[in-house]
């Protein structure tokens, strides 16, 4: 078992996560910290995976992102038909990432399988997959089959790493240990027991009824309180000097605000209630609110740092690119918000 400072020193500099720390990973099962027991995994509450997760962040981010996307992967175990989820995680190392665009077309064929064909990106975790998960379009003899609205059918697959071809084209300046890379899949055979909905369930948990939206932004959102974390402690190394007493407990209040919100849906979701759209709201705005506000403190912080700061052999320097790299993700951009608003009143 290595330490935290093991753990740091052994993801310093890296593009990719090394073999000894994914074992270790595999045998305290954290990609599967979301898997119910019943599989074999953690089914941790989600008080207890945020925690988790909010850790590996602050020990590096391109660990914390992994274990996170990964993680989230597995969280279709639930949406698994229960004797294939039986049979996948079993095994401590299964582990599931892919993307969530539709990338590719899914041909049914006569004795009721998909003939799968497409391409994909940013399948975070791609070298150290057991399987990939993937969205296409339904079609039946080259046509899009519809749903009774008219609508394009849409289905998710779970296809080996073996039927898929990884693209190793990630070329951002940080999380560059993530392993977040495009893949294919050129004409994979896939059995509709490896297929699934998003929103429909074969387990029976309280997790299963969690907002996609709700369970997004708190699993993400400690990744950047980890992150923010990690770089105040490699800038007091860099400039002892510096009082970042009120940055730090920013992120020690934000933490007992996530696992307040954690403890509040599981909660309401305990008794049956349904999460209004005005309680994901309220998460969301205080989501971005707060990564807008911690991304000003950083760069505040860094500007005071020196030349040190941009050496790019640094643990400041490689935390500040995790940091700022991660919050590239849509999920808090402000304009993409703008953008949905104006959609949704149009």
């Known amino acids: 078992m290595f330490s935290h400072k093991e753990l740091r020193e052994k993801m310093q500099g890296v593009s990719e996560v090394p073999s000894e720390i994914i074992n270790q990973i595999h045998q305290e099962r954290l990609l599967q910290i979301w898997v119910p027991n019943r599989y074999g995994g953690l089914g941790l509450r989600l008080r207890e995976g945020l925690s988790v997760l909010f850790n590996w962040s602050k020990t590096d981010g391109s660990l914390g992102w992994m274990l996170t996307l990964c993680s989230g992967a597995n969280f279709f175990s639930r949406n698994l038909k229960p004797q294939i989820a039986n049979e996948l995680f079993s095994n401590s190392k299964t582990c599931f990432g892919g993307s969530g665009m539709i990338g590719g077309k899914a041909e049914k064929q006569t004795d009721g399988t998909f003939l799968v064909n497409g391409l994909w990106h940013f399948a975070t975790g791609a070298p150290h997959l057991s399987h990939f998960t993937l969205n296409a379009q339904l079609t039946e003899n080259g046509n899009s089959l519809l749903d009774e609205f008219g609508n394009e059918l849409i289905r998710s697959f779970v296809i080996p790493k073996s039927e898929a071809e990884i693209i190793p084209n990630w070329k951002s300046m940080g999380m560059k240990a993530t392993g977040t890379y495009s893949f294919t899949a050129e004409n994979v055979k896939v059995s509709e027991d490896y297929s699934f909905i998003y929103d429909e369930f074969f387990t029976d948990d309280v997790l299963d009824k969690i907002p996609f939206r709700i369970f997004a932004d708190l699993t993400l959102l400690v990744n950047y309180l980890g992150m923010a974390s990690h770089f105040s402690e490699e800038a007091i190394k860099t400039r002892p000097h510096l009082d970042l007493d009120l940055f730090n407990k920013r992120i020690e209040v934000a933490m007992e605000k996530i696992i307040e919100f954690a403890d509040e849906i599981e909660s309401l979701l305990n008794d049956s209630k349904l999460i209004i759209s005005e309680k994901q709201s309220e998460i969301h705005d205080y989501s971005s609110d707060l990564v807008e506000s911690l991304s000003h403190q950083i760069l505040e912080i860094y ?41 949704f009143h149009y």
């Open 303 to 343: 500007f005071q740092l020196g030349i040190k700061a941009s050496h790019t052999d640094s643990a400041v320097y490689q935390v500040f690119c995790d940091y700022f790299t991660a919050t590239q993700h849509s999920n808090f951009r402000r304009e993409l918000e703008e953008k949905r608003k104006c959609e």
